[in-house]
């Protein structure tokens, strides 16, 4: 069964889930920016405080889900960066809703296309569409709240990917508040470089970091995309040029390439630049070198 045409520049909104056959439907589940990430101090728990404003947007992976005799639960991702099926994110939330109740099996075909270790979450995404998914194919009809709380135990980011396009997010991820964002474009750039959570957070605390700064929607919501670069913010951006140099030296040529701000999400590597409008992404994008060029794609906000 084919997937959806890859590596476009220009990624535009797709359908969350539609029928690929009588059996099958194809998923697709959307990278996220973090347009704003502070970050406080440890908890005793072992997770970090956050408030961020985090949108979708529109670069997905595409997971081919097909009914499978009930007993059967299988995941097959040709892309070895993914790691091994066994530990994959969307094959334990799919076992973590059959333990809820689920009857029937699935097969499950991941097209990553969202990078791994970049900060867009696309494991959790994966693992959160995966939930919503099956939950329809499978007739369980559990509420958004119960899948919420399933996919927060999966992992921080996975509730996320349940909300809306946009969200404020806090807590260690689990606590959502809608948000209304304007529709943007950015240029998002995912360096080949793998960025692991764990060390990017090992640097920040060596910061001695002060307590959470909290981080009002308004700032963003209240103003046009237009004011927003001087507004952004991540707390870990610092830690993962430390952490991470290479993130640094991607950083430093893109913006001066482009003479624009560069931002990073999550725990990076991806970074982004945000855009008047698509003309201008694409002026933009045919300034930059080949390597950077072909790391590179136009984003937009996802509709849902
Ligand atoms: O929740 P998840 O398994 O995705 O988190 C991966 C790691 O990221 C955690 O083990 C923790 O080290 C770090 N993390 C954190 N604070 C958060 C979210 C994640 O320190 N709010």
């Not at 973590?96 to 097209?111: F, N, S």
Request: with cysteine; net charge neutral; proline share 10%.
């Amino acid at each position: 069964m084919d997937v959806s045409p890859d590596n476009s520049l220009v990624c535009s909104p797709a359908e969350a889930m539609e029928r690929a056959s009588a059996t099958a439907w194809r998923v697709r589940a959307p990278a996220k920016l973090n347009l704003t990430l502070r970050v406080g101090p440890l908890r005793a728990d072992g997770y970090h405080p956050l408030d961020s404003i985090v949108a979708k947007v529109t670069l997905y992976d595409e997971l081919l889900i097909e009914r499978a005799p009930d007993g059967v639960l299988e995941l097959v991702c040709p892309d070895p960066q993914a790691g091994p099926a066994e530990g994959n994110l969307a094959l334990r939330a799919a076992r973590a809703l059959r333990q809820r109740g689920g009857r029937g099996g699935a097969r499950i075909t991941l097209h990553k296309r969202i990078g791994v270790g970049a900060g867009l979450g696309g494991g959790s995404s994966d693992a959160a569409r995966t939930l919503w998914a099956l939950n329809q194919i499978w007739g369980l009809n559990l509420p958004p709240a119960e899948l919420a709380a399933l996919g927060a135990s999966l992992g921080s980011d996975v509730p996320l990917f349940l909300g809306p396009p946009a969200s404020r997010m806090r807590g260690r991820g689990e606590v959502l508040d809608p948000i209304d964002l304007p529709a943007f474009d950015a240029l998002l750039v995912t360096p080949p470089v793998h960025c692991a959570t764990g060390p990017v957070y090992l640097a920040f605390d060596a910061q001695n970091p002060g307590p959470l700064v909290a981080f009002d929607p308004a700032r963003l919501t209240g103003h046009p995309v237009s004011q927003w670069d001087d507004r952004l913010v991540n707390d870990l951006y610092a830690p993962a040029r430390q952490a991470c140099p290479a993130v640094g030296d991607w950083a430093d040529r893109l913006h001066e390439r482009l003479g624009r701000p560069v931002h990073m999400t999550g725990s990076g590597s991806a970074l982004f630049v945000l855009l008047a409008d698509r003309q201008d992404g694409l002026a933009l994008h045919a300034q930059l070198p080949p390597d950077l060029a072909r790391c590179a794609r136009l984003v937009g906000l996802n509709p849902w």
